[in-house]
């Protein structure tokens, strides 16, 4: 079984709809979750950032954790087709210089203009 | 947050081949991380890399099959070695940006298609 499991997808969504996003792990020692998009042929680039449990919003990303469930979300809303890309989940157990992160398989997202 | 220019951005190579991936970073950082990222898989770090030391590699990793320099602060490369088409993959370098110890910035990656 994979530390973090991610749902490949791919999940199309017609324009201005809410893109819901999710991810799971296995180990209890992760605190630190991480979004990241990456658009075709490019490197992934940091989309939100969240430290235990709770929710964080920036503009139309709202991301969740929910540590008792070893489950965080991302969910995107009025999406844009600028915003069809693949999204990677990522966590760690400490913010340590040169922590080892560990990433989900990603969920390809297609949003339909 | 830092710029990483990463070359050759794509190559087609033969079994049996070697090749070198660049990564050039527009600051000075104490660590590098190669990344690999195989079609439908999740990104799976191969090792760090640190200016003046031998470079740390994780499980199912060998310096013998992925040597690694890291000549300057600012400065790495990655071979993959006696390739095989199991190794065709995207390769990544990163380093950790100034937002927080062990959030990434990523560059473009190299993407390896052994024949």
């Known amino acids: 079984q994979k530390e973090v499991e991610q749902d490949p997808g791919p999940l199309s969504v017609p324009e201005g709809a809410i893109v819901s996003l999710n991810c799971t792990y296995s180990n209890s020692a992760f605190q630190y979750f991480m979004w990241y998009r990456q658009y075709s042929r490019k490197g992934p680039e940091l989309l939100m950032y969240t430290y235990s449990s709770g929710n964080k919003e920036d503009g139309r990303f709202t991301a969740q954790v929910d540590k008792s469930s070893k489950y965080i979300s991302l969910f995107i809303r009025d999406s844009q087709p600028s915003d069809s890309a693949t999204y990677l989940c990522?966590?760690?157990?400490?913010?340590?210089?040169?922590?080892?992160?560990?990433f989900g398989g990603g969920t390809r997202v297609l949003v339909k203009p | 947050s830092a710029v990483i220019s990463q070359k050759p951005s794509r190559d087609i190579c033969q079994r049996g081949t070697s090749l070198t991936i660049q990564c050039q970073v527009d600051?000075?950082?104490?660590?590098m991380f190669w990344y690999r990222q195989q079609p439908g898989q999740s990104l799976t770090l191969i090792a760090t890399a640190n200016q003046g030391s031998e470079a740390t590699y994780e499980s199912g990793f060998v310096i013998d099959k992925f040597p690694i320099s890291r000549p300057n602060l600012t400065f790495s490369t990655l071979t993959v070695s006696n390739m095989s088409p199991e190794d065709s993959s995207i390769y990544l370098c990163s380093v950790e940006t100034g937002t927080g110890a062990n959030v990434l910035t990523f560059g473009a990656g190299s993407r390896l298609t052994v024949l």
């Open positions: 600051s000075q950082v104490t660590m």
């Open positions: 990522a966590m760690s157990r400490t913010k340590a210089a040169g922590n080892k992160l560990t």
